[in-house]
């Protein structure tokens, strides 16, 4: 049969969308809408065996005791069929291509021996948006599907209704749930996009399941930097609480949530999702007594970080820096988590926005490298954070802001009361990098060769404007970095630092007519 949604290729071949997660998901609920239900149950067809496929028959004869005529299965089947005869060939030609193609298929198997430290040790800054494909393309095809009745293919049929018994006479046929489909996913992650929960739960009754299995590829997941994607992530990302819980009583009995899915949840979910598990499945993200909430030090390089403590932490004191890292939640998500502890207790919430993580940050510099502008104003609470403290490297929040040349953020320190750098050390002892010598990190760090006109002209505007709310806060640029260097060149001042830049000539006369900071003769 034509274009199936079991069969949903993987990139559009019109506008070259990849599709994900919420497409496939908004297709079966599409779809589910769709489906005709009969009123009265109607009797079985007299068909003649000679004349038909067995399978076919059968097929027809459990959604006939659901409710659904030979005619409603034909038309879901295939919208274009104009007779019963059409019909009944597709489905014959549809079971036997079930029967003869699919158990041949490979079945999906974990990259690693373990999948609980999998998003701690994939941790990334960026954020994927899963979003539908572009509006701005009405014809393309991936819009299309939504847009005009999709011929399904039988398994489409079963998950869509929810029948275990047309699943086990699928599986009967030769299919297996772990069987791939070219959409990526596998038939367990199929049914879990389609929410059928009978359907899921039959299947970790009736087969032997690996506990943390994958359900999906490369191509399926929204986690950057993640191979494979987990079941119960998947059930999160359908906001369906209640098939989450089912999942992870046949995945671990007994056991709480794994870390990684609440990691997951916090960094890359949204905050019903979190408050959904907190308020129906009854988690406590701040469970730090016990063993299986120790998480351990991602074991890949952050880049411009060094790893200060490499042991395992209490989830509860790196789970701030998780949702500072959610941009698209903003500062919902680090509300919604400090929402959960008992209110009134301020040296709880002071201990929780202060914590360090493996690499000495604070959850107000995850949200500064992270461009996270909605959780920096939250986070910049002079009450209750430590505005001015540094990570192992010197760097504080306004270090890192400059060091993005990120205007707004830094803007907003210093309107919390942040200050302006000039200060040896910070509360803690750790000596403080001056934030002028960031603006040469963020001037060398990029492709300064590969600009165009325009892009130059862009990024030395952002230099400029970054450097000026420095010098009207006070912020000294003739300040050295004495690094722990015992044989290398001069430490040199940030006027002597660029005077190898030709391209930051405006800057430099900028530093040089400063009237409040008399320079030396360079």
């Known amino acids: 049969m034509p274009s199936q949604l079991s069969r949903f290729p993987e990139v559009c071949p019109r506008c070259k969308n990849r599709y994900n997660v919420r497409v496939l998901a908004e297709l079966y609920r599409t779809q589910r809408a769709r489906l005709p239900v009969s009123a009265f149950p109607s009797a079985e067809a007299q068909a003649d065996p000679e004349e038909t496929c067995e399978l076919a028959r059968d097929f027809l004869d459990i959604f006939?005791?659901?409710?659904?005529?030979?005619?409603?299965?034909?038309?879901?089947?295939?919208?274009?069929?104009?007779?019963?005869?059409?019909?009944?060939?597709?489905?014959?030609?549809?079971?036997?291509?079930?029967?003869?193609?699919?158990?041949?298929?490979?079945?999906?198997?974990?990259?690693?021996?373990?999948?609980?430290?999998?998003?701690?040790?994939?941790?990334?800054?960026?954020?994927?948006?899963?979003?539908?494909?572009?509006?701005?393309?009405?014809?393309?095809?991936?819009?299309?599907?939504?847009?005009?009745?999709?011929?399904?293919?039988?398994?489409?049929?079963?998950?869509?209704?929810?029948?275990?018994?047309?699943?086990?006479?699928?599986?009967?046929?030769?299919?297996?749930?772990?069987?791939?489909?070219?959409?990526?996913?596998?038939?367990?992650?199929?049914?879990?996009?389609?929410?059928?929960?009978?359907?899921?739960?039959?299947?970790?009754?009736?087969?032997?399941?690996?506990?943390?299995?994958?359900?999906?590829?490369?191509?399926?997941?929204?986690?950057?930097?993640?191979?494979?994607?987990?079941?119960?992530?998947?059930?999160?990302?359908?906001?369906?609480?209640?098939?989450?819980?089912?999942?992870?009583?046949?995945?671990?009995?007994?056991?709480?949530?794994?870390?990684?899915?609440?990691?997951?949840?916090?960094?890359?979910?949204?905050?019903?999702?979190?408050?959904?598990?907190?308020?129906?499945?009854?988690?406590?993200?701040?469970?730090?007594?016990?063993?299986?909430?120790?998480?351990?030090?991602?074991?890949?390089?952050?880049?411009?970080?060094?790893?200060?403590?490499?042991?395992?932490m209490p989830i509860a004191r790196i789970l701030l820096h998780f949702a500072a890292r959610n941009t698209a939640a903003g500062a919902q998500m680090l509300e919604c988590l400090l929402g959960m502890p008992p209110p009134g207790d301020l040296r709880l919430r002071r201990r929780l926005l202060n914590a360090r993580s493996w690499y000495g940050t604070t959850p107000l510099m995850d949200a500064v490298r992270a461009g996270n502008h909605a959780a920096v104003r939250y986070l910049a609470d002079p009450q209750t954070t430590y505005l001015d403290v540094v990570n192992p490297l010197g760097m504080s929040a306004l270090f890192l802001a400059v060091q993005r040349l990120d205007i707004q953020a830094v803007e907003t320190l210093f309107e919390a009361g942040c200050a302006n750098g000039n200060e040896p050390d910070d509360r803690d002892g750790r000596p403080v990098k001056p934030p002028f010598y960031a603006i040469i990190d963020a001037h060398r760090r990029p492709c300064i060769g590969r600009y165009n006109p325009m892009e130059l002209e862009a990024h030395l505007d952002?230099?400029?404007?970054?450097?000026?709310?420095?010098?009207?806060?006070?912020?000294?640029?003739?300040?050295?970095?004495?690094?722990?260097?015992?044989e290398g060149p001069e430490v040199k001042t940030v006027l002597e630092e660029v005077k190898t830049e030709p391209v930051l000539e405006k800057f430099v006369r900028l530093l040089l007519e400063e009237k409040d900071f008399p320079l030396s003769d360079i």
């Open 64 to 312: 006939n005791r659901a409710g659904f005529t030979d005619e409603e299965v034909y038309r879901i089947l295939d919208p274009d069929s104009e007779s019963e005869d059409d019909g009944l060939s597709a489905l014959t030609q549809e079971m036997q291509d079930l029967a003869v193609t699919l158990p041949t298929l490979c079945a999906t198997k974990p990259s690693r021996d373990s999948p609980w430290q999998s998003v701690v040790q994939r941790m990334a800054y960026s954020i994927v948006e899963d979003v539908l494909p572009p509006t701005t393309l009405p014809s393309c095809k991936c819009k299309a599907y939504l847009l005009t009745p999709t011929r399904l293919s039988c398994l489409d049929l079963a998950l869509l209704t929810d029948s275990v018994a047309a699943m086990d006479f699928l599986f009967s046929a030769g299919l297996h749930p772990t069987a791939v489909l070219p959409t990526g996913f596998n038939i367990l992650g199929t049914a879990i996009l389609a929410e059928a929960t009978h359907v899921v739960a039959y299947i970790y009754d009736a087969f032997s399941v690996p506990s943390f299995s994958w359900v999906g590829n490369a191509h399926t997941t929204f986690i950057p930097d993640q191979p494979s994607l987990h079941p119960l992530t998947l059930a999160l990302r359908m906001h369906n609480i209640p098939l989450f819980q089912l999942i992870l009583s046949h995945e671990a009995p007994g056991e709480p949530i794994p870390t990684e899915i609440l990691l997951w949840a916090v960094q890359y979910g949204d905050v019903e999702i979190v408050r959904a598990l907190h308020k129906q499945a009854g988690v406590d993200f701040f469970a730090d007594n016990q063993p299986n909430r120790i998480v351990g030090c991602p074991d890949h390089k952050v880049p411009g970080a060094v790893v200060e403590y490499r042991g395992g």
């Open 462 to 486: 952002k230099v400029l404007d970054v450097a000026r709310v420095l010098l009207l806060n006070g912020t000294d640029p003739r300040l050295k970095w004495e690094e722990n260097v015992e």
